[in-house]
């Protein structure tokens, strides 16, 4: 049980306060450096080094794509694709078209709160599904706790993140005035419940809100006196 449920991202040694990504691509580039110590990815919680993925770390098989499961990508937990289906940019050239002309899809974009390391091949496979809860017992991925129901377009995450999941979508719909359904929103009220944040997600935002120049106020009070002076 102590195995499973260490932190995704602690024991951070530096706070740096930098101002927040401009778009996507600094996003994945200011987020590498930031899960670098713990290097355990989002989905499976896989050890990783750099791009390649430990996927005997966590007992992980490979579904149908071995040499994408064995890379690291960079997941929104909330997709971009419901970001852009909320916004008229999209309606008019999809996801590129919104990067390059609307300044708050490109902002939460590149929110860093929204963004984790994921295995390449579970990336793939949750595509721009829902978050659920889900009677299939995890069978997928060897051990890997995460379920997706490619008929039903549906994903439930391993229990050790659901917490995090709900709290992300509740800082995203606030910060972004995204429209949460009434069935998400409850069951995310019920996960939030029964998955309070640990030390390693309050670590977490402490050190993205660093970065970012503010925390997920669902997570808790972040510290900015403790965030040093960084990137110019």
């Not at 377009?153 to 949460?180: E, H, I, N, S």
């Not at 069951?187 to 998955?195: D, F, I, R, S």
Request: net charge positive.
């Amino acid at each position: 049980m102590i195995r499973c449920l260490l932190p995704l991202f602690c024991c951070f040694l530096t706070l740096s306060l930098n101002a927040a990504p401009r778009d996507f691509n600094e996003a994945k580039r200011l987020a590498r450096p930031l899960y670098a110590q713990q290097s355990t990815e989002f989905y499976c919680g896989c050890k990783y080094s750099g791009t390649r993925v430990d996927l005997r770390s966590c007992s992980y098989t490979p579904r149908k794509n071995a040499t994408r499961a064995q890379r690291i990508e960079w997941e929104h937990i909330v997709p971009a694709w419901v970001i852009g289906h909320q916004r008229q940019c999209w309606q008019k050239g999809g996801r590129k078209h919104c990067a390059a002309n609307d300044v708050q899809f490109r902002k939460a974009e590149a929110d860093l709160h929204n963004l984790v390391p994921s295995i390449g091949e579970v990336n793939g496979d949750r595509s721009n599904y829902a978050f659920a809860w889900l009677p299939q017992k995890p069978h997928q991925y060897g051990r890997c706790e995460t379920v997706v129901d490619f008929k039903a377009r549906k994903v439930m995450p391993r229990q050790a993140v659901r917490g995090m999941v709900a709290r992300t979508y509740f800082y995203m719909a606030d910060r972004y005035k995204l429209r949460l359904s009434k069935q998400d929103r409850q069951l995310y009220e019920a996960w939030h419940k029964a998955y309070p944040p640990k030390p390693w997600e309050q670590q977490r935002n402490q050190q993205v809100a660093c970065v970012m120049g503010w925390g997920n106020p669902y997570v808790g009070k972040v510290d900015m006196s403790r965030c040093a002076r960084g990137r110019g």
